[in-house]
């Protein structure tokens, strides 16, 4: 089926066509038709399936067909993304393929000035992409009127639930009208998932897209084991000796990722990183500067890159193993999207071998090991772990033995009569004290 006989209005595919899509995607054949009925919708999709444009497209036919009379005009349609990041690029979809119809639309979401985005929504907008967070706070202000939306977007509710952000959303669909249009996209339905979709949805159209291949099966995966204090140095022999242009890595920690991307540029690798401890302008940047290749390399944490959107991304690398397993599946399935070939690279040391048991578990499968001449792991050892410590104190038992010396105390031993005793070679003090 075309995207003429879906029934999408001429401006729409104009914008469509600019684009260069002339077939929708299977989420797309599926969604846009009940959408444009104005039936609620739930629908399984992967990341990377063309959901959005199955959203976006025809709620803004919709918004078109009932027309703008206001002379003010008020939010219409609310899309609810988990991330800064993905609340940025629905905002792009709706701009892109809304170029040629009146509606205006903006991005509402934490980590930049609050004052400007209040300004934006009191001269009136149609549509509203908001994080859970940052949207409660224009409301708890009364910066924004939520009473006239008739449509509700609520885009990879999964990982609204993972994020903790359902009671965030309940307490923003309390502020809804009754009646709406309601649609939701996750990428799998689980039990919460449903609970949330009966209280909300109203007898929804159900859509379920099956992926040809799970991302773990579909991406080129290898393990490199390395000690940890090369794994830097193994990273940069790839990226540099195989000519690497786009690499997305992952980290553990926000300061992992800092001292990482320190690390690169020292080695002449342009590299940024993104985290949550980065302001949201920072973050803009790094992304739209590794997109247009202005970056080789872009360091994530696992939050910062929810829903972050790469076309094309050929290399995905694991600097640290996520401790749990599914994150991995998460991460790998950034790179091998659309049909694109897409490379993982899990660099994994001594420590980390448990971490690589578990993942290989959920895959049921043994992930490749390949090493790389010059980067070999020094031999472990079978050294049973050491006690730790007690502040210093190695040979002794901190509950039964007194220290060997009492400076370490930060005391002076006292006699028997209470006074304290003069030290070795010191002469006694005889003169008076004085008192105060």
Sequence with gaps: MSFE?????????????????SQPTPIQNLAIPPVLEGRDLIARAQTGTGKTAGFTLPLLQRLNENGTTQKRRFVRTLILTPTRELANQVRESVNTYGRYLPQRSTAVFGGVGFGPQAHTLRKGVDVV??????????????????????????????RMLDMGFIHDVRK???TLPKERQSLMFSATLSPEIKKLAADFLDEPQKVEIATEKPAAES???????VDQSRKTELLTHRIVSEDWKQVLVFTRTKRGADRLTKRLRQDGVRA????????????TRALADFKRGALRVLVATDIAARGLDIEQ????????????PEDY?????????????????????????????GIERILKRPVPKATIAGFEPRPTRNVEPRPRASRGRRDQNPRTERPKRWANTGRRKKSKTGSTPRRPGRPRDTSARRDG
């Design 272 to 283: 940024d990183a993104i985290h949550s401890d980065k302001s949201q302008g920072a973050r």
């Design 313 to 324: 991304l050929p290399h995905v690398v694991n600097f640290d193993l996520p401790y749990v």
């Design 129 to 158: 992409v908001a994080t859970p967070g940052r949207l409660l706070d224009h409301i708890s202000q009364r910066t924004i009127d939520l009473s006239r939306v008739e449509i509700l977007v609520l885009d990879e509710a999964d």
């Design 329 to 357: 599946i998460h991460r790998i399935g950034r790179t091998g999207r659309a049909g694109q070939e897409g490379e993982a690279i899990s660099l994994v040391s001594a420590e980390e071998r448990k971490l690589l048991e």
């Design 172 to 174: 923003i669909l309390a």
């Design 5 to 21: 006989q879906l029934g999408l209005s001429t401006p729409l595919l104009r914008a469509v066509k600019a684009q260069g899509y």
């Design 219 to 225: 991406v080129s995966q290898v393990v490199h084991l």
